[in-house]
């Protein structure tokens, strides 16, 4: 993909730069409004026919009081305002005269826009240095893998101006722009082994607690923008709690009940509490050196011989609304951008189609969304979506499910991966051909709430039993829980029908009450047998016994992390 050019987020008049970083005051007041105020004066001079100003038609207004200067009478502007029109004056507004000593002032600085995205996030780091071997150790394990910083970096182009922004939105060290590049290299189709996923490597539940959305169609954990946003909530939430950046870190890391355990026990042994000093996991206590290892190389990659790609100060993507259900590869087409690139920054979606009810936007890049909405236009009477969702109205087998929406049983279990030997329980989202004549889009209750939930197939097996005294179809039906009906069908009678003692009765009962039945028959003669023996009962004991052993035999594995 080509290189975007620089931009900024906001049109700007020629030859006006954009400040970035915190907002600049002179006198308090902030310098964008201080301008805005300066450039307004003149406009309300003539608008309001006051004196220093032209005024169309003035009216002749009488005062009953000597005109006050509208800057306050020791400023000394010549603009007079009449008490009766109702301006405050300069005094009651707690205005004053810009001095040489504000303008020479250190609030006051060059409007400049850092060259690039690694400049930017220069000017902003402010937390803690952290020193030491295992900075240094981390470090050059960074340097000597110049491939992996650079695959690093490529990915982090499209996400890390973002980032940046929402950053000093939060006044928020840029620093923490860097920690993705620790969770997980800023791959947001990352997953843990404690399924921790996304950028920020969020686990289920604490992606619950931030709002991230999880169901069939999307997993919020994985939004670039959603994510985020939950990332540096959480950050902050843990900084309020711990007051140190540090420690806010390693509660990211390791859980805050832990990091605040820990802290409980050093204080009841007399011992310091900073994250240097607290007993924590391995992978915590490498965790901020990690980090500061990143942050040295950003800051100076000169003095350490690394390379970083060049990132341009501006956007990379766009938010784009979306209306209609869409497929995700028409989306792609209609935007002229490969598939993989818009999944990369649309890595929530985990379906073809996109459910406007549940996804009302998406990301494209910077250039691509203007052609996207264009494109989309001139679709309107084409097709949007092949696929809608369905909703199993019974629990049901793989095979009937895809009879009713009308797919073959590999395609449809394949499309929604179903495993093998299971059953779609009544409530279930699956997804399912749009047919042509479907006018209506997923519903928002669908598109929010879509699970799929599957239980074990039951394997019936063929077994008789000894009727006893006084059976009927009635009592066995009772004595192994199936319907009389079904007893009578198997057994071609009627469902009234009385067995005599010793009769063989037929059943079809799940494996392992099969297994019952063989084992006890009746109270009458306590013999059964199976008509027809399979071999699925012998296979799935081999496999149990093979996974039991290795299991036993693997090592015992802690959570990496137990609350994200």
């Known amino acids: 993909m080509t290189q975007l050019p620089l931009r900024s987020n906001h049109s700007q008049p020629q030859g006006v730069a954009e400040v970035t970083g915190p907002v600049q005051r002179v006198g308090g007041v902030p310098m964008r409004l201080m301008r805005l105020v300066l450039?307004?004066?003149?406009?309300?001079?003539?608008?309001?026919?006051?004196?220093?100003?032209p005024a169309a038609n003035p009216a002749p207004v009488t005062s009953p009081a000597a005109p006050t200067?509208?800057?306050?009478?020791?400023?000394?502007?010549?603009?007079?305002?009449?008490?009766?029109?109702?301006?405050?004056?300069?005094?009651?507004?707690?205005?004053?005269?810009?001095?040489?000593?504000?303008?020479?002032?250190?609030?006051?600085?060059a409007l400049e826009v850092p060259p690039d995205l690694w400049d930017r996030i220069r000017r902003r780091l402010t937390m803690r240095e952290l020193e030491g071997d295992?900075?240094?150790?981390?470090?050059?394990?960074?340097?000597?893998?110049?491939?992996?910083?650079?695959?690093?970096?490529?990915?982090?182009?499209?996400?890390?101006?973002?980032?940046?922004?929402?950053?000093?939105?939060?006044?928020?060290?840029?620093?923490?722009?860097?920690?993705?590049?620790?969770?997980?290299?800023?791959?947001?189709?990352?997953?843990?082994?404690?399924?921790?996923?996304?950028?920020?490597?969020?686990?289920?539940?604490?992606?619950?607690?931030?709002?991230?959305?999880?169901?069939?169609?999307?997993?919020?954990?994985?939004?670039?923008?959603?994510?985020?946003?939950?990332?540096?909530?959480y950050l902050q939430k843990l900084h309020e709690m711990f007051g140190d950046w540090h420690l806010a870190l390693a509660a990211y890391n390791w859980g805050q009940g832990n990091v605040?355990?820990?802290?409980?026990?050093?204080?009841?042994?007399?011992?310091?509490?900073?994250?240097?000093?607290?007993?924590?996991?391995a992978e915590t206590r490498n965790y901020v050196p990690k980090l500061q290892?990143?942050?040295?190389?950003?800051?100076?990659?000169?003095?350490?011989?690394?390379?970083?790609?060049?990132?341009?100060?501006?956007?990379?993507?766009?938010?784009?609304?979306?209306?209609?259900?869409?497929?995700?590869?028409?989306?792609?087409?209609?935007?002229?951008?490969?598939?993989?690139?818009?999944?990369?920054?649309?890595?929530?979606?985990?379906?073809?189609v996109i459910l406007a009810a549940g996804t009302p936007q998406v990301l494209l890049p910077w250039d691509n969304a203007t052609l996207f909405e264009r494109n989309l236009e001139g679709h309107q009477s084409g097709r949007y979506a092949s696929w809608t969702a369905w909703v199993a109205p019974a629990t049901m087998t793989v095979a009937e499910a895809a009879r009713r929406v009308g797919m073959g049983e590999a395609d449809f279990r394949n499309l929604n991966n179903i495993p093998p030997r299971m059953l779609i329980r009544r409530g279930s989202t699956l997804m399912a051909p749009r047919g042509d004549r479907q006018a209506n889009d997923v519903t928002a209750s669908v598109a929010d709430n879509a699970q799929l939930s599957l239980s074990p197939e039951v394997v019936l097996r063929r077994v008789t039993v000894?009727?006893?005294?006084?059976?009927?179809?009635?009592?066995?039906?009772?004595?192994?829980?199936?319907?009389?009906?079904?007893?009578?069908?198997?057994?071609?009678?009627?469902?009234?029908?009385?067995?005599?003692?010793?009769?063989k009765v037929a059943?079809?009962?799940?494996?392992?009450?099969?297994?019952?039945?063989?084992?006890?028959?009746?109270?009458?003669?306590?013999?059964?047998?199976?008509?027809?023996?399979?071999?699925?009962?012998?296979?799935?004991?081999?496999?149990?016994?093979?996974?039991?052993?290795?299991?036993?035999?693997?090592?015992?594995?802690?959570?990496?992390?137990?609350?994200r």
């Open 39 to 53: 450039l307004a004066l003149p406009l309300a001079v003539q608008a309001t026919g006051l004196p220093g100003g």
């Open 69 to 109: 200067s509208l800057a306050g009478p020791a400023e000394g502007t010549g603009l007079q305002a009449d008490p009766s029109l109702g301006l405050r004056t300069g005094a009651a507004l707690g205005l004053r005269p810009i001095t040489e000593a504000d303008a020479n002032s250190s609030t006051v600085i």
């Open 134 to 233: 295992l900075v240094r150790n981390h470090e050059q394990w960074y340097l000597n893998r110049p491939d992996y910083i650079r695959r690093m970096t490529e990915r982090s182009r499209k996400y890390l101006f973002h980032i940046v922004e929402e950053l000093e939105k939060r006044n928020m060290p840029a620093e923490l722009a860097l920690l993705p590049f620790i969770e997980s290299a800023f791959n947001p189709q990352a997953v843990s082994s404690a399924k921790a996923a996304g950028m920020w490597q969020f686990m289920p539940a604490t992606g619950v607690d931030f709002e991230l959305r999880q169901n069939l169609f999307r997993d919020d954990r994985r939004d670039v923008l959603a994510s985020t946003r939950a990332a540096l909530e």
């Open 260 to 281: 605040q355990r820990a802290i409980q026990r050093n204080k009841r042994m007399g011992l310091p509490t900073g994250y240097e000093d607290l007993n924590m996991p």
């Open 293 to 352: 290892a990143v942050k040295n190389i950003v800051a100076n990659p000169d003095k350490l011989g690394a390379d970083l790609p060049l990132i341009g100060n501006h956007p990379y993507f766009q938010t784009v609304t979306i209306t209609r259900d869409i497929d995700v590869e028409l989306i792609a087409r209609l935007a002229d951008v490969r598939l993989e690139d818009f999944k990369a920054l649309n890595p929530s979606y985990n379906r073809p």
């Open 466 to 503: 000894k009727a006893g005294k006084k059976d009927s179809v009635a009592t066995i039906a009772a004595r192994y829980k199936v319907k009389p009906a079904d007893v009578a069908r198997w057994n071609e009678v009627a469902t009234n029908a009385k067995f005599n003692p010793g009769d």
């Open 507 to 563: 059943l079809e009962l799940p494996a392992r009450q099969g297994k019952t039945a063989r084992a006890s028959g009746t109270a009458a003669s306590g013999k059964a047998h199976t008509d027809r023996p399979t071999q699925a009962k012998a296979t799935a004991k081999a496999q149990a016994k093979a996974t039991a052993k290795a299991q036993a035999k693997a090592p015992v594995r802690v959570a990496e992390r137990n609350t």
